[in-house]
Structure formats: C-alpha cells, structure tokens
C-alpha cells in the first residue's frame, strides 16, 4: 500500500469515528476530572473546562477518539496561509495536492483555529501598515466569510474560559483581549518589554499564559485573573550554535555563538504542566523552563533555528521544527529538519532531515497521528513527515507559506494558533 493509499484510509477511518460520535467518550471523562491515578483534581479558572488527567494536559487530544461530534462534517485539509502572497491554499491530504487557494487579507501569518472549533483564522497582520484583518473560514466548507478589520493581528490565542480572543499585535508590544465571535475590543495588557510578542502556551489551570518576545530574547508572563505582566524571564545562549550554512566535508559545523541575545519562538508545556519548552532561532535548541520557579533548568541542542513545537498525539514526544537559518528571511535549500524529543527524558530519540534541503516552519500533527505537517517558509512548499519512519512528502503551494492548520484535530477546545488543543 503506498503512502497516499495509507493516509487516505486513516483520513476516512476518522471521519468514520467522528461521524460515529465515538468522540463523545471523552465528554463523560471531564465530569471526573481528578480521578486519573489517583491524583488530585486541578482547581482552575471558573469557566474553563476540568482537568481530565492531572499528568497530562494533552489528555483530550489524544487520536480520532476524541475528536468531536461537531466535526462530522468538517471537511480533512491543511490550510496554509502564504505571507507573501495575500492567500491561503488548501491541500486536500488524500490528494496531496493544493485544491483550493483564496485571497485573504494583507501578510497572513497564521491560520488560528477559534476556541469552539468551529471557525478557523486566517491572521492578516498587514507588516508595516494598519490594514490588518482577520479573515474567518468555516471548516465545513472550507470557504471565507466577510474580513473583520484587526488593529496588527500577528498571531490570535483564547483565554482557556473562552470569554475572549487574545490577538498578539506583535508592533505593538500589546495583547488585545476581544469577543471571540465578533472580534469587539475588550481590554488591553501592555507588554513593553515584550518585542516581537508573538506564541503562547496556558497553565494547566488557566491562570498564566507565557508569550515568546521574539526580539529581546525572553518570556512574558501574563496574569490573566489579574490582567497584567507578572514578569520576564531571559533566557541565556549557548556558548556554541550550528552554521546554517554549507560546509566543506571536514570543517567544523558549529561556530561560536555572538549573539547578544536569544530568538525565542513556539512555546509549549510537558504534559504534566510542569515544564515549559521553547524553541529559539538563534540558540538552535528548546530551552527548558520550570514553570512555577520561572527560570530555565536545561537547554536542549536541536537543530538548525528551532522554531515550532508540536506534542506527539499519545502526548510522550515533542516535534521540533528546525528552519535552517538563523536569518528571518532565509535561503531556500537550507539545512532544516525536525528533532523528536522524548518528554519524559528530555532526550532526543530521531532527527529528520528534510532531503536535499529546506525550512520547516509551523503546522501541527493529523488527528490519527500519522504525519507532521510543516510549512517550507523559505522554499514555497509545505512538507508532510511521517511520524514512524520521518519520510518526507513535499506540496508546492504560495509565496512563504507559514503558519498552517491540519484540520480536523482532537479535542474539546482551542486555545489557538496552529491547533493548540486540549
């Protein structure tokens, strides 16, 4: 059986198990939050849904089981938005050809999906002038509806209550906390310290959230009961990184690391909400963070320009996407690849290369697990690697495509980005 026979049949096994409602077994393990192993129940903000497994928080998302009901008819496609060219193509995974492609707003970043599931974002932040947008996608259709006008929405995440969209406006150093249906201001939290504010991850209980400052090396943390900044932590560079560039056999790969400062990028918790990973551009590693101290305990040597993170679907690895140069704008065919972390050691277990070159970027994981899907920022395609054997398959689609979506994902809700479910 080739590769798109095999990933055409779990496409149709999952609409089969959502259609089934098999899904709706993890809806009776949420009133008994707390009872996993005997641990204790996690009190969290009002609003939020409970805790199922206080040692896992990726839980609820783990496979076709737990995708739900409501997703029956949702239609299975990667959406890719392309910054540079004002679009968003659609790939239809079976086909592993782009099927659609429609105009969006100015400079997509991301496409984010809304907390209910039931609408997806394309994030038009509009570099460098006040036209940004926010472009809504029903996933049922896969077609757009009317843009709402965003004031610089780089990147978009939901309170874990689901009271409100958190658009990053990244220029502007500032959250901007909005209804997440109608896109309505409701507050602000200033994050001045914060340059180049862009990814996040939520405590397991729903009362901090932790945001990358891509341009001054560190983390924001984010009160969110209280609405402000509760602090900074920067994070420290290696002493050595790898070359993005081509060497001679022979010649060293790595070189001294003079950079002042890290690159800081995705960021996300270990399944016992306990640690904090974040992958960083100019570290060419994930730092790893004690939550609850707020300082770094290890550093993890990863790749060439780590930048995305994606949790295994059974919740015991970590997906690293390493783009392959330190530079923003970068070289096509550079030396990009994925590392697989393994959670409960924080050892690395496999490296991906991507062959004869590239520059994977941001995605996320199909709902049976199967394949990582990844952007080729630098190299106008995305990438799909087998999760088993780290083969890669590549789709040509627009103009530095991004951060794309898999769609439909397990879980009962959506804190945002790429497909941050829980």
């Known amino acids: 059986m080739n590769a798109n026979s095999r990933s055409a049949l779990s496409l149709l096994a999952i609409a089969a198990l959502a259609a089934a409602g098999v899904a709706a077994h993890h809806v009776s393990h949420a009133a008994a939050a707390g009872t996993v192993a005997g641990a204790p129940a996690v009190a969290t903000v009002p609003g939020m849904p409970p805790v199922v497994d206080p040692n896992n928080l990726y839980s609820e998302t783990e496979g076709p089981a737990h995708l739900s009901p409501a997703l029956k008819d949702d239609l299975v496609r990667v959406y890719v ?49 006040s036209n940004g947008s926010l472009t809504p996608i029903d996933p049922r259709t896969g077609k757009t509806g009317a843009a709402i006008p965003v004031d610089d929405p780089y990147n978009m995440y939901f309170t874990p209550d689901g009271k409100s969209a958190i658009v990053v406006a990244e220029a502007r150093h500032r959250l901007d906390f909005r209804d997440p249906k109608t896109m309505a201001l409701q507050y602000s939290i200033d994050a001045p310290k914060c340059g180049g504010i862009n990814h996040a991850d939520f405590s397991i209980d729903g009362r901090t959230a932790f945001f990358t400052c891509e341009f001054d090396g560190s983390i924001a943390r984010i009160d969110l009961v209280d609405r402000k900044v509760s602090g900074y932590l920067v994070l420290p560079m290696p002493s050595t990184r790898l070359k993005d560039r081509a060497v001679p056999p022979g010649s060293p790969t790595t070189e001294v690391c003079t950079s002042k400062k890290g690159m800081p990028q995705d ?53 690293v996407a390493n783009r392959g140069s330190h530079r923003i704008h970068g070289p096509r065919k550079g030396p990009g690849s994925v590392t697989v972390l393994d959670f409960a050691t924080d050892k690395i277990v496999a490296t991906w290369p991507v062959p004869g070159g590239g520059s994977p970027d941001m995605g996320n994981v199909t709902a049976d697990g199967k394949y990582l899907w990844l952007s080729g920022r630098y190299d106008d395609v995305v990438y799909r690697f087998d999760t088993a054997t780290g083969e890669v398959h590549q789709v040509a689609v627009g103009q530095e495509p991004h951060g794309l979506t898999v769609w439909p994902q397990p879980g009962r809700y959506s804190l945002g980005h790429t497909g941050n479910l829980r």
């Open 81 to 129: 938005p392309n910054l540079r060219g004002n679009s968003v193509s659609v790939i239809d995974p079976a086909q592993m050809k782009v099927v659609d492609t429609f105009k969006v707003g100015q400079a997509p970043q991301h496409v984010v999906v809304g907390y209910d599931l039931r609408t997806l974002w394309a994030a038009n932040n509009a570099e460098r002038s």
């Open 267 to 319: 960021i996300r918790f270990s399944p016992d909400g306990k640690k904090l990973y974040v992958a960083d551009m100019e570290a060419d590693g994930v730092h790893v963070v004690d939550a609850a101290a707020f300082k770094e305990v290890a550093f993890i040597g990863t790749g060439v320009a780590a930048h995305g993170l994606y949790p295994s679907r059974d919740g015991k690895k970590l997906y």
